[in-house]
């Protein structure tokens, strides 16, 4: 009896590093890293900390050496990771669904617009000698022809890449959440995630005050930090002014698509 108490209490306790039971799969420039810093305060969650790339760029270094990346968690804790191009690489559903079919997937979206403007404001940030956004955005310098081969252009029609998860989730595994929202209300979207993954609601509007230096939502001190604190400087970025016209016809352009998400997801985002 002894021996099986021992053995009872020692798998209990047992730290070890488990394969993810929930993934922040995108999009990119979304919020992704706010959400991950959010939720990872719950003590029921553990996270690795970088993304890891594990699907789209390292899979052939097998299922161990992800499972290597993960932080210990105990019996009953969640573990977390967050690699934003999950979301639109070809082939990552299939290998996420041969490793879990069950995992939880949650997918951070915004006004495609402001996440292109954001996407290209953080490669400019990198490669100053850049073409202005108006540029590479349209084809043939008017704002006639939307340039769909730009990566910060294509990566907003996300009803494209939601239909190829579809195709190996259903929807009950998803949580959409909104990136405007992250930050006009992150308790209220936090809530949600924390519903949606059984956990207790911990984290609350306590947790959060509007920093408005940075202009964003920022967290006060909590078991991990004893200091309030916002994101890193990379989050939050001053964006260049866009020429309104070129804006206007991007939001036409991202019209039918985002109605087409709407539908998919059964959420308005009351983006255009
Ligand atoms: P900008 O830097 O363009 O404003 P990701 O982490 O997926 O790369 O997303 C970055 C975006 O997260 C930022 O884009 C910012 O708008 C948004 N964001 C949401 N909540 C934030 C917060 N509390 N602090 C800073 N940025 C936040």
Known sequence: ESAFKYRLVNTQNLSVRRFPDVLIIGVKKSGTRALLEFIRLHPDVRAAGNEIHFFDRHYSFGLNWYRKKMPPTMLGQLTMEKTPSY????GVPARVHKMNPNIKLLLVVRNPVTRAISDYTQAFSKKKDMKKFEELSFVNGSYQLVDTSYGAIKIGVYAKYLERWLKFFPLKQFLFISG?????????????????????????????????????????????????????????????????????????????????????????????
């Not at 979301?87 to 070809?90: A, D, G, K, M, R």
């Not at 405007?180 to 979207?189: G, V």
């Not at 004893?226 to 890193?232: A, E, R, V």
């Open 87 to 90: 979301f639109i690489t070809t």
């Open 180 to 272: 405007e929202r992250l930050i006009s209300d992150p308790a209220a979207e936090i809530y949600r995630v924390q519903d949606f993954l059984n956990l207790k609601r911990v984290i609350t509007e306590k947790h959060f005050y509007f920093n408005s230096t940075k202009g964003f939502p920022c967290l006060l001190k909590s078991e991990s930090r004893s200091t309030p604190h916002c994101l890193g400087k990379t989050k939050g970025r001053i964006h260049p002014v866009i020429d309104e016209k070129a804006i206007e016809r991007l939001n036409d352009f991202y019209r039918p698509f985002n109605e087409k998400f709407y539908q998919m997801t059964f959420i308005n985002f009351g983006w255009s």
